[in-house]
């Protein structure tokens, strides 16, 4: 994932959809010694991303949307 938005930067708006949910770092957990997984979107330093409100935790979205930080100006809000 990061690949693509690296070489699409010249891009200012980019709609990924289906994104698989990737495994970001293990958290302190104070049922397991061994933690919880931390899942979540990939983000990227050049974008902001915008999801729909997940209505749970088994939830993910079915679309992302990666806007460059340079349009943030613009105040972008779903």
């Known amino acids: 994932m990061n690949m693509i938005l690296e ?3 010249e891009f200012d708006i980019i709609f990924m959809q289906e994104l698989s ?3 970001i ?3 302190p957990s104070s049922l397991s010694k061994e933690g919880d997984s ?3 979107i ?8 915008f999801v729909r409100l997940l209505l749970n935790n088994n939830d993910s ?9 340079q349009l943030l100006y613009f105040l972008f809000s779903l």
Not at 42 to 48: A, G, I, Q
């Open 7 to 9: 070489s699409n930067k």
């Open 21 to 23: 949910w990737l495994f």
């Open 25 to 27: 770092w293990l958290i």
């Open 38 to 40: 931390l899942v979540g």
């Open 42 to 49: 990939p983000n990227h330093s050049d974008c902001v991303t």
């Open 61 to 69: 979205p079915r679309v992302i949307l990666y806007i460059n930080v």
